[in-house]
């Protein structure tokens, strides 16, 4: 995973040295992260968790020949998950409450993505791009809750995935994408797949089996512009 980063870092540095048109402005959208765990009983069948959030960051533009560039960035991405209340079971061996969870992420990206613009009028331009990102956790948190009554609950379990060491911190994805730019507005939006596993051994009270296969992907949608040119 190391050696994944610093390939991707040192492919981003030594591109900006080489091009003739550079852009840098900012960029805020909606995040659809997708946290996808196989079972090792069942290694066919996919768990994906949803979040739901928004990222932020800045981004640089460069251009090497008419058309062709490469775009790159640093991202802030926040996403929240919920579930309803459970079934409540009564009768032997006992009763089982109702439960539910809450959780949320906090991460940072660097993606490097190699970009064409195909210019359909006057500083009007389609784009479509493809490329790696480079993502690290900062924290994963899950609560459970029991519900008391109807109007009160109280808190089960709470842990960070990370903390836990349940999931890696770094993990990385391809991304594929198209975008629309007016002048310096620009609308991006794409889907990333990840390529590595970024899940450690994890076991459940429900199995004795560790999980330990999945991706981390993230559906994305980001509106931006570009403020300086030099």
């Known amino acids: 995973m190391r050696r994944i980063a610093i390939l991707i870092c040192t492919i981003a540095l030594s591109m900006t040295s080489i091009y003739a048109e550079n852009y840098l402005g900012v960029q805020v959208g909606y995040a659809h992260s997708v946290a996808r765990l196989n079972a090792a009983s069942t290694p066919k069948t996919l768990h994906p968790i949803a979040y739901n959030g928004m990222k932020v960051g800045v981004v640089y533009d460069a251009t090497i020949v008419k058309g062709f560039g490469v775009t790159m960035g640093l991202n802030y991405t926040f996403g929240a998950n919920s579930t309803d209340w459970t079934k409540k079971v009564t009768g032997q061996p006992g009763e089982f409450p109702q439960v539910c969870s809450r959780g949320q992420y906090h ?124």
């Open 107 to 230: 991460q940072l990206e660097i993606p490097v993505d190699w970009q064409y613009k195909f210019e359909i009028a006057q500083n009007t331009w389609l784009m479509l791009y493809t490329g790696p990102t480079l993502q690290y956790g900062i924290a994963l948190n899950d609560k459970w809750y029991v519900r008391v009554d109807d109007e009160s609950k109280t808190i089960l379990k709470e842990e960070d995935i990370y903390s836990s060491k349940g999931l890696k911190h770094f993990n990385v994805t391809w991304g594929i994408g198209a975008g629309f730019q007016y002048q310096r507005y620009f609308l991006r939006g794409g889907y990333d797949f990840g390529i590595v596993n970024p899940y450690k051994a994890l076991t459940f009270d429900t199995s004795d089996k560790p999980y330990t296969r999945g991706r981390f992907d993230q559906w994305q949608v980001k509106l931006g512009m570009y403020l300086w040119e030099f």
